[in-house]
């Protein structure tokens, strides 16, 4: 229930404490008569008092002043529900798997376990649609983006060293991919999740990390440890894996701690939407209408005193 509400411009609480002093400043300096009792001297306010043209009024009702602005300052913070069609947007928020199967992954002895959490990671995507992309020395599109998640367990639980014939390791082909699969599928906030042992990132590859990020996707990396590496493949690249996923705005883990990427994969349509600026088509802001009810103490504040 909690996840269906949400305030889209929270800074604006920072301004709680103001308010409070306001308020108490408003309810407490002011007197019956306002500022007169400053602009007329007291001998005049005194005879003037004493002739009975001095009808003092009520001091400020504190309780109105606070409700009012307190009202106005929730608008402002924007309380908002989900849409109850948000998932209509799922085409606008689609995750891409992108798997290493070059020879230091496919033979490293972690592959099983790489491709368990590669369908994990697509149950953790929701109802959204998730594609497929292998690589190696080139990168294939191996699944379009697809709502059926047995068809794509059956495709990733058959991935092997075989599946991509080029030999090398080209995370940057596979990325440019994947950017092209956003593209095509007019997806608006996407997600791209890279598995694999960091090998192959050169520049060519941070650059289409940060374009991935520049176009309002999200990149996240899952480092997949290689226990039996063969021999003359190259070590692994943790840290550069790492470093990749904050070019590409995401979340960085591995296969052995691969919680914080889940939870970020795991974000409802409505919560990515948001996040990247599209907040109206996932959230029905009921600020203006929460400003507007402001209006009812605030008209109580003007009042005639008898």
């Known amino acids: 229930m909690m996840d269906a509400v949400t305030l889209l ?36 306010m005194a005879a003037l008092a004493a002739r009975g043209g001095v009808r003092p009024g009520r001091r400020p009702a504190r309780g109105l002043i606070a409700a009012a602005a307190a009202l106005v300052l929730l608008g402002l913070a924007g309380p908002a529900i989900r849409r109850r069609d948000a998932a209509g947007f799922r085409n606008l928020d689609a995750t ?15 592959l099983g376990a790489a ?34 998640r047995d068809a794509l367990g059956t495709i ?13 390791s080209r995370p940057a082909r596979a990325l440019a991919l994947a950017r092209r699969t956003l593209a095509e599928g007019a997806v608006v906030s996407g997600d791209v999740l890279l598995i694999g042992d960091g090998g192959g990132i ?30 003359e493949a190259p070590p692994p690249q943790r840290a550069a894996l790492d ?37 109206v088509l996932a959230w029905q802001d009921l600020g203006r209408w929460l400003a507007g009810l402001a209006l009812l103490p605030a008209l109580l504040l003007f009042r005639r005193s008898a």
């Open 243 to 279: 470093r990749l996923a904050g070019t590409g705005g995401g979340v960085a883990g591995s296969l052995d701690a691969p919680g914080p990427v889940l939870a970020a994969l795991g974000e409802t349509t409505a919560r990515h939407l948001a996040a990247g600026g599209y907040a």
């Open 115 to 148: 491709r368990a959490l590669a369908q994990g990671a697509a149950e953790a995507a929701g109802s959204r649609q998730v594609a497929l992309v292998v690589y190696a020395g080139d990168a294939y599109l191996a699944a379009a983006p697809t709502t059926d």
């Open 202 to 231: 050169d520049p060519a590859t941070v650059r289409e990390a940060a374009g991935l990020a520049g176009e309002g996707h999200r990149l996240h990396t899952l480092f997949v440890p290689t226990p039996a590496l063969p021999p």
């Open 9 to 44: 411009r929270p800074a604006w609480l920072l301004a709680l404490p103001l308010l409070a002093l306001l308020a108490w400043r408003a309810a407490y300096r002011a007197g019956p008569l306002g500022d007169w009792g400053r602009a007329v001297e007291p001998h005049l």
């Open 156 to 168: 990733l639980f058959a991935l092997d060293g075989g599946t991509v014939p080029d030999r090398g």
């Open 96 to 110: 891409i798997l992108v798997m290493d199967l070059s020879r230091s992954v496919a033979e490293g002895g972690r």
